[in-house]
């Protein structure tokens, strides 16, 4: 094995996991405290050393200017995070996380691991993954595989529970991110119906209310407005963390913070009592808000909540009661017991990484399926819109998956067009997320809508994406991965043609049936399975729309054919 052994790391905002296969099992590796957990902090102490985890966080207390927690809630931004007297970027502190778990994992191993799957949140948008990969890489890893946490947390129930089958709902609620994936277990594979979540809510924001409502309180005794007080508010947190882990034991907890301020030379204190009544009240409108993410999974997946056999609680904050009692009157299902919230992400990310390296062999293991969680898709004109989102790869397909969309020349005479890529759920596609742009060039003069140009997205499976485009009728391709800097240019005119018009064609009636039993075929449960199968149907689909769109009646009966012919073949 040696040099092949690949680990699992479970990189979150709050903590840091890593674990490998041992025996056909995933085992959790202790780091140099001896600890398996490791808060996700880096920070410079007094002596100019970098240090992390147990020490960094430790440190925060004292001196949080030198130290940097929750790194991961600034992937894929361009904020600056201040460590000492240095600003760096989330990816730069990232990777020295990483760094630290490729060592202590190496000494603890014995062996120099540099192989590593990662997990991020199902929500992660192509941006955030792009960083966590280049972390891995500039940490000394290489990143064999990105892989979603709630699918990680299903795989680490999954393989103690080969013979199941069922569906699983995966609640992740850790630190700063709250997941929700329904899984389809049958026979060794687990299958991902559907993800979605909130990538603003978690553990964090639990505390947040906590320290509002202690300033309040201290403002109202006092007088004074402790959050314009850094150091003060550092204190405040720590202990609103502190108070919000001790109601999930207790009914009540004492918070005293001598010498937190002081009015005209005298030290003030801050003392308060928080009931768990007290606390929940407060926090009541965050749990409900992880109800919206569970039904768009629930729709999205076609399964109703009364058929979900399973529910896994996942992330640190799921340990609080109220957290529990909700999901369990909104489902009406008590969650299982069968996963350790703390662990089960990087003994998932393990089973992926054993799945990889070979040692989880394919017979006596686990297969694994996963969907893109949000809606791809290029901006185009579309009647009097020139910001509509034209779909590419709607949400929660299965990957790895490639489609293609036809768009026309919008213009006389034009020679090139910018492909804008986006996320996102709106048909605005100023509402969604920019990911990336470029131009193809090189097309040929011709009048309006004359031209063809072929934009192919192409998702693997790290949920990343490729983009490129092509022309036809010139054979020019452009040099196309996605340009994550944006840059601003001219706006070229951009074409379109969206073939859910093709109702409006004269040759729709005499079409419809062929068309509507394609679409039924296409949402079934079976073709989802059959990727090439899907693939060539949903390319047939496509073009007779477009055959229906140009009126094109040859063209169309031949397509209906094809079409026919496909459908037969799997009746
Ligand atoms: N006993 C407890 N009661 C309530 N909350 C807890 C408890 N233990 C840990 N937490 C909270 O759980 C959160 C950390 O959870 P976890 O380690 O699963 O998150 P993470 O994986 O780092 O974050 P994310 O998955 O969002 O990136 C913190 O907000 C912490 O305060
Ligand atoms: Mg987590």
Same mark, same amino acid.
């Given at each position: 094995m040696g040099a092949d052994t690949i680990i699992g790391i479970d990189l979150g905002t709050s903590t840091t996991e890593a674990a490998v296969i041992r025996d056909g099992k995933p085992v959790m590796i202790v780091n140099l405290d001896g600890q398996v957990i490791t808060p996700s902090a880096a920070g410079v102490d007094k002596s100019g050393q970098l240090v992390f985890g147990e020490k960094a966080k430790a440190q925060y207390l004292l001196a949080p200017e030198d130290t940097v927690i929750e790194a991961k809630r600034k992937i894929g931004t361009k904020e600056k995070l201040r460590m000492g007297n240095k600003d760096y970027t989330p990816v730069e502190i990232s990777s020295m996380l990483l760094k630290y778990v490729k060592d202590y994992v190496s000494e603890s191993l014995g062996e120099n691991i540099s192989r590593a799957v990662i997990s991020v949140p199902a929500y992660f948008d192509d941006l955030q993954r792009q960083e966590t990969v280049e972390a891995g890489k500039r940490a000394g890893f290489e990143v064999e595989r990105i892989i979603n946490e709630p699918t990680a947390a299903a795989l680490s129930y999954g393989i103690g529970h080969m013979e199941e089958e069922s569906h699983i709902l995966v609640y992740d609620l850790g630190g700063g991110t709250f997941d929700v994936t329904l899984l389809e277990m049958f026979g060794g594979v687990v299958e991902v119906k559907a993800s979605s979540g909130d990538n603003r809510l978690g553990g964090k924001d639990f505390d947040e209310c906590l320290i509002q409502w202690l300033?309040?309180?201290?403002? *109202?005794?006092?007088?004074?407005?402790? &959050?314009k007080d850094a150091a003060a508010m550092v204190k405040?947190?720590?202990?609103?963390?502190?108070?919000? *882990?001790?109601?999930?034991?207790?009914? &009540?907890?004492?918070?005293?913070?001598?010498?937190?301020?002081?009015?005209s030379g005298t030290p003030l204190a801050l003392e308060e009592t928080v009931t768990l009544e007290l606390f929940e009240e407060m926090t009541r409108d965050l749990v409900e808000r992880t109800h919206a993410p569970i039904d768009v999974v629930l729709a999205d997946s076609g399964v109703l909540a009364k058929d979900i056999d399973r529910i896994l609680l996942v992330g640190g904050s799921t340990r609080m009661p109220m957290v529990r009692r909700d999901i369990e009157a909104y489902l009406q299902k008590e969650p299982s017991k069968a996963v350790n919230p703390d662990y089960a992400v990087a003994e998932g990310a393990a089973i992926q990484a054993g799945i990889i390296e070979g040692t989880l062999s394919r017979e006596e293991g686990i297969i694994m399926t996963d969907v893109n969680p949000y809606t791809l898709g290029i901006r185009v004109l579309c009647e009097d819109r020139s910001h509509y989102m034209s779909i590419v790869i709607p949400r929660n397909v299965t990957i790895p998956v490639v489609r293609k969309g036809i768009y026309y020349t919008s213009a006389d005479n034009q020679t090139s067009a910018k492909i804008e890529v986006y996320q996102g759920e709106h048909d605005d596609v100023r509402l969604n997320h920019f990911l990336g742009e470029f131009v193809i060039s090189g097309i040929p003069m011709r009048p309006e809508g004359e031209e063809r140009i072929e934009v192919e997205f192409s998702y693997n499976l790290n949920g990343m994406l490729e983009v490129s485009a092509r022309i036809p009728s010139s054979g020019e391709e452009a040099s196309v991965e996605i340009n994550m800097m944006a840059y601003e240019e001219e706006f070229f005119t951009e074409a379109a043609t969206d073939v859910s018009k093709w109702k409006e064609s004269s040759l729709a009636k005499e079409f419809r049936t062929v068309v509507r039993r394609a679409e039924r075929r296409l949402k079934s449960e079976t073709v989802q399975n059959m990727p090439f199968y899907r693939e060539d149907l949903e390319s047939c689909l496509y073009d007779l729309k477009l055959a229906l769109i140009e009126e094109d009646e040859d063209r169309a009966a031949e397509l209906e054919e094809d079409i026919l012919d496909l459908l037969e073949e799997r009746e």
């Open positions: 300033v309040s309180q201290f403002r *109202k005794k006092h007088g004074k407005d402790l &959050s405040l947190k720590e202990q609103a963390e502190w108070c919000k *882990k001790e109601l999930s034991s207790r009914e &009540s907890c004492q918070i005293v913070i001598p010498f937190i301020a002081e009015k």
